[in-house]
T-cell receptor, first 114, second 108 residues
Framework: SQTIHQWPATLVQPVGSPLSLECTVEGTSNPNLYWYRQAAGRGLQLLFYSVGIGQISSEVPQNLSASRPQDRQFILSSKKLLLSDSGFYLC?????????????FGPGTRLTVT | DAKTTQPPSMDCAEGRAANLPCNHSTISGNEYVYWYRQIHSQGPQYIIHGLKNNETNEMASLIITEDRKSSTLILPHATLRDTAVYYCIASGNTPLVFGKGTRLSVIA
């Protein structure tokens, strides 16, 4: 069966510090991968998605970037965090290729920028 | 993706069936209806999806009207653990776009 991991679970970082959140998927190959963010009391906002290694689509211009160095690894980064980057960051995967598939979410990382 | 409309909140008595409605009147022929839920402080959990026919799994049933303009998610015997925000999404491809959903409160 497939499993999605995210770490860390919680993170407190000062404004201006860098960020690296990692997501890995097990038990599948060539997945589509996604990063969402949920600000406190708000809905889920799609940040990035990837259909393959090195292929990243950005949905919202902002202070964040994403990379996919390996097939089942997706990394969310920032060079300098802003207070507005605080939120609940969720990684998700779906089977790759043609067709319509459900997405499966990881446990999330709760980021607080102070 | 077709726009979906859901009531912002609903209450349900524990042990009773929870029927969550969703309107997707502009859905196109290749768009599926997905249901997810998000329990507080957790990632969204996939519940069920369908295209035309009604669907049932161990979690819920999905009833889609014949014209596909609306659907209902049914939790047959709601428990306190079913308290969550429920999202209805009409989409023909990923990534899925989440709206505000319905906050379901199951009351003892």
């Amino acid at each position: 069966s497939q499993t999605i991991h995210q770490w860390p679970a919680t993170l407190v970082q000062p404004v201006g510090s860098p960020l690296s959140l990692e997501c890995t998927v097990e038990g599948t190959s060539n997945p589509n991968l996604y990063w969402y963010r949920q600000a406190a009391g708000r809905g889920l906002q799609l940040l990035f998605y990837s259909v393959g290694i090195g292929q990243i689509s950005s949905e919202v211009p902002q202070n964040l970037s994403a990379s996919r160095p390996q097939d089942r690894q997706f990394i969310l980064s920032s060079k300098k965090l802003l207070l507005s980057d605080s939120g609940f960051y969720l990684c998700a995967w779906s089977p790759g290729g043609q067709g319509t598939y459900e997405q499966y979410f990881g446990p999330g990382t709760r980021l607080t920028v102070t | 993706d077709a726009k979906t409309t859901q009531p912002p909140s609903m209450d349900c008595a524990e042990g009773r069936a929870a029927n969550l409605p969703c309107n997707h009147s502009t859905i196109s022929g290749n768009e599926y209806v997905y249901w997810y839920r998000q329990i507080h402080s957790q990632g969204p959990q996939y519940i069920i999806h369908g295209l035309k026919n009604n669907e049932t799994n161990e979690m819920a049933s999905l009833i889609i009207t014949e014209d596909r303009k609306s659907s209902t998610l049914i939790l047959p015997h709601a428990t306190l653990r079913d308290t969550a925000v429920y999202y209805c999404i009409a989409s023909g491809n990923t990534p899925l776009v989440f709206g505000k959903g319905t906050r379901l409160s199951v009351i003892a």
